[in-house]
């Protein structure tokens, strides 16, 4: 049976098309803490690769699939994340560091990944064993690793990051690239940000940028516009199929020449965040 059978509603969902045929490894749902909150938030693993999902709906739609109408006009789009960014949190907490100059304590992998009503982690024990190696020090006994983070080597990976998505964001869009750098990296940073908490993460990374985030935020003047309604695939459904969702209330910069009918990168970037009235 493939991993997108068996759900009671049809759902149309843009993901990879899983290389294996085994069931154990075509693809599955998963449910993991959200990096930065800590609510439930699903991702899809699929050939050894964790993807977010995210859905996106306009105000009045469904589909059509052959013979069938899916009243869930929802658009649900799966997306690669780095798993570091969901196993940050885990690791933090297994090193048990205490205030000063503490490095914490050396846990063995298994005992990181074991996180009570989330069994979904287990499945990224082999990809936490290669990617986080590059933010934690490691320790081998025998065939067993022990791992530690390290909060210099977070901080560069997260400056790694910053960079490559400020690069990426400039060849993508004319009007970001002609805006102030600083700018930009205020705008990459906060992108960065949606998937770290502010203590100690982000906060040692605006003081390693040299970037306050609050100030810089209102100092470009930002105004408020209404969008579609966007979330997590765990997001709807919580109190029925129809379930009240507030869209993101984007925020857009002061602008550099716009060209005709484009579209501020941000607006095409940013994680939607959502408010439960």
């Known amino acids: 049976m493939d991993w997108w059978e068996g759900v009671d509603e049809a759902r149309v969902l843009i993901a990879p098309d899983p290389s294996s045929t085994n069931e154990d490894d075509s693809g599955k749902f998963l449910s993991f803490r959200h990096p930065k909150s800590g609510d439930p938030t699903c991702y899809l693993f ?45 690791f933090e907490e297994a090193r048990m560091k205490k205030k000063g100059d ?48 390290n909060d210099e080597k977070v901080l560069k990976w997260m400056c790694f990051k910053v960079e490559e998505l400020r690069k990426t964001l400039v060849t993508l869009d004319k009007n970001f690239a002609a805006r ?11 992108i ?26 209102k100092a470009l003047g930002a105004e408020s516009i209404p969008s579609s309604e966007e979330g997590n695939l765990l997001d709807q459904g919580k109190n029925g199929n129809d379930a009240k969702n507030t869209g993101t209330r984007r925020q857009t910069s002061k602008k550099a020449k716009l060209e005709t009918n484009s579209q501020n990168i941000k607006d095409m970037f940013s994680r939607a965040t959502r408010k439960k009235k």
């Open 180 to 190: 102030d750098k600083k700018d930009t990296l205020t705008d990459t940073v906060s």
């Open 46 to 90: 699929v050939d050894g690769n964790l993807q977010e999902v995210h859905w996106f709906k306009q105000p009045f739609g469904s589909w059509f699939l052959g013979d069938y109408v899916c009243e869930d006009g929802r658009l649900y789009i799966a997306t690669p994340i780095d798993p570091v960014f969901v196993l940050l949190p885990l």
């Open 102 to 149: 503490d490095s914490g304590m050396f846990r063995q992998l298994d005992e990181i990944m074991y996180v009570r009503d989330y069994p979904g982690y287990q499945y990224l024990s082999s990809a936490a064993e290669k990617s986080m190696q590059v933010v934690c020090d490691f320790q081998e006994m025998g065939s067993t690793k022990f791992f530690r983070l």
């Open 192 to 217: 960065i940000g949606e998937y770290i908490k502010e203590e100690p993460w982000l906060n040692l990374l605006c003081c390693e940028l040299r970037i306050d985030l609050n100030k810089e935020t």
